[in-house]
């Protein structure tokens, strides 16, 4: 047992800026983090998010601006969701070669081959019901999904993509699209799950981004009840047994116990999510005066790395990563 005061001094140890540098535990880099981009038809777009303020819709050639910004701060991996020209009942624009995603991945690549490309799978941005997958009398199937699914990520990989990144929580969906990778040929394509996903109020502002809202219902028959962990670790040996490379927790701050319940359970790489409700309430308490947004956003991240994530997808990257940059 250790002895207590006066012998042991726990302060000692913060008496400076460089003792307290020296003996940090948990070091948050702009390594760590995934920038996610809302990539729009057309040209010459860039338009804030009302709900996700300092948040652009980019068309394919203007968002090679942001991503030149962000590789300034020491960002240089980005994520990219679709919002399209047309929907339909199966979402088949998106895997349109022409689609932004697709145009926008041969941007970034040919423009900053060093940047890692990271891609969205899923429907519900590219149908018009706004479901994750096939609707048949108002039960979204999953089988029938799993297929277009993989149409979608192969022509992300064909267009250049890294690594491919479904969300639409279908079982079964991380080996079909494995499978349908490594017949065309794209072995080093990685998948990155969002593996415990779950049913969350905090994802209202992407939603409005994405244009994504469900038509009808909800989607609590797919994502995950956010009262269930041990159901977390299952879908996580599931999809690792599938062919996953990296597995996701989404959201992130109100699931940290689960971040670390997966950390402990597996030994491959770990993501989290930052979602769109938590960047919009700390952005607002900003802009009201009410939080030191720097401090809170760092200190955030922190607890994500702190809690097991090795990767952190997050709206705040850039300016964390020039916040960080300021403090080295």
Not at 34 to 57: D, K, N
Not at 65 to 86: C, D, K, M, S, T
Not at 192 to 198: C, E, G, I, T
Not at 301 to 314: C, E, N, Q, S, V
Request: include cysteine; charged fraction near 25%.
């Amino acid at each position: 047992m250790p002895m207590s005061f006066p012998i042991h001094r726990p302060r000692r140890l913060r008496q400076s800026e460089t003792i307290r540098r020296l003996v940090r535990e948990t070091v948050l880099t702009p390594d760590d983090f995934i920038y996610p981009l809302f990539v729009v038809p057309g040209t010459g777009v860039r338009q804030e998010i009302e709900a996700l303020p300092g948040i652009c819709h980019w068309s394919p050639d203007t968002v090679l601006q942001e991503v030149e910004n962000a590789l300034r701060h020491g960002v240089r991996a980005v994520i990219l969701f679709g919002i399209p020209e047309y929907k339909d009942p199966q979402g088949s624009s998106a895997w349109d070669p022409r689609g932004p995603v697709q145009q926008a991945v041969r941007n970034i690549k040919a423009r900053f081959p060093e940047v890692y490309v990271i891609t969205d799978v899923c429907l519900c941005e590219y149908t018009d019901h706004g479901h994750c997958g096939v609707v048949q009398d108002g039960k979204i199937l999953n089988d029938p999904t799993l297929e277009l699914l993989a149409r979608e990520a192969l022509s992300h990989a064909e267009a250049g993509a890294d690594m491919v990144a479904p969300s639409d929580m279908m079982d079964g969906r991380v080996a079909v699209i494995r499978r349908a990778l490594d017949e065309a040929g794209f072995q080093d394509v990685a998948i990155m799950a969002y593996s415990a996903k779950y049913a969350s109020a905090y994802y209202g502002p992407f939603r409005v981004a994405a244009q994504s809202a469900p038509q009808f219902g909800d989607r609590r028959s797919y994502q995950m009840d956010p009262a269930n962990g041990r159901e977390a670790l299952r879908e996580v040996e599931l999809d690792l047994a599938e062919g996953a490379d990296v597995v996701m927790v989404k959201p992130a701050l109100a699931y940290m116990d689960i971040l670390w319940r997966v950390r402990q359970q597996v030994n491959v790489p770990v993501a989290c999510y930052n979602v769109s409700g938590e960047y919009a309430m700390v952005k607002a308490a900003a802009a009201r005066g009410w939080i030191d947004e720097r401090r809170v956003v760092l200190e955030t991240l922190t607890g994500f790395k702190r809690a097991g994530a090795d990767l952190i997808l997050t709206y705040h990257a850039v300016e964390a990563a020039r916040w960080l940059r300021e403090e080295a």
